[in-house]
T-cell receptor
């Protein structure tokens, strides 16, 4: 059974810093990995999807990488802003129909 | 431009009452999912559907039933609510299994007293 772990559970950094959020998974047969953002009391907003054949995806100031052999994915946020404050979730899919396996998230605070 | 819409957004139930949560998607997705999110537990899959008329159990299906009578709708039912079902419920959909992006609704916050 796939297990997904996110470290750290919480992170607070000053505005303007570049930062990396980590996600590890136990089953290297992962089919794809998706990063989400969740604001307090809100739903999940998809940020990036990395297919198993890809190594990374970029969207604006966000870059996500996937290394299946080491069981790791990272989300890089460049030039962080207070508006980036949220909980970031990673989730892996085994390629079947039975949905995503989620990590517990990293709660990110960007200090103005 | 609605995406995935959940109804209702908030609900308080008394123990033993029943209710149905509605999820509607307008993206013509085949796959739909119901998750619950609890503090310290992350999101866990309750039930899912791979197409109209089909349903299957996820990780935590006990106490819930689902139906997918129309492709765009996925209903989650609680027949006899228990305090342990207090949670935030999220519906999601995707075009096909695993390989494509999943889109989530805004959630339903359910409290059972």
């Amino acid at each position: 059974k796939q297990e997904v772990t996110q470290i750290p559970a919480a992170l607070s950094v000053p505005e303007g810093e570049n930062l990396v959020l980590n996600c590890s998974f136990t089953d290297s047969a992962i089919y794809n990995l998706q990063w989400f953002r969740q604001d307090p009391g809100k739903g999940l907003t998809s940020l990036l999807l990395i297919q198993s054949s890809q190594r990374e995806q970029t969207s604006g100031r966000l870059n996500a990488s996937l290394d299946k052999s080491s069981g790791r994915s990272t989300l890089y946020i460049a030039a962080s802003q207070p508006g980036d404050s949220a909980t970031y979730l990673c989730a892996g899919s085994g390629g079947g129909a039975d949905g995503l396996t989620f990590g517990k998230g990293t709660h990110l605070i960007i200090q103005p | 431009n609605a995406g995935v819409t959940q109804t209702p957004k908030f609900r308080v139930l008394k123990t033993g009452q029943s209710m149905t949560l509605l999820c509607a998607q307008d993206m013509n997705h085949e796959y739909m999912y119901w998750y619950r999110q609890d503090p310290g537990m992350g999101l866990r899959l309750i039930h899912y559907s791979v197409g109209e008329g089909t349903t299957a159990k996820g990780e935590v299906p006990d106490g819930y039933n689902v139906s997918r009578l129309k492709k765009q709708n996925f209903l989650l039912g609680l027949e006899s609510a228990a305090p342990s079902q207090t949670s935030v419920y999220f519906c999601a959909s995707s075009y096909w299994e695993g390989g494509t992006e999943a889109f989530f609704g805004q959630g339903t916050r359910l409290t059972v007293v």
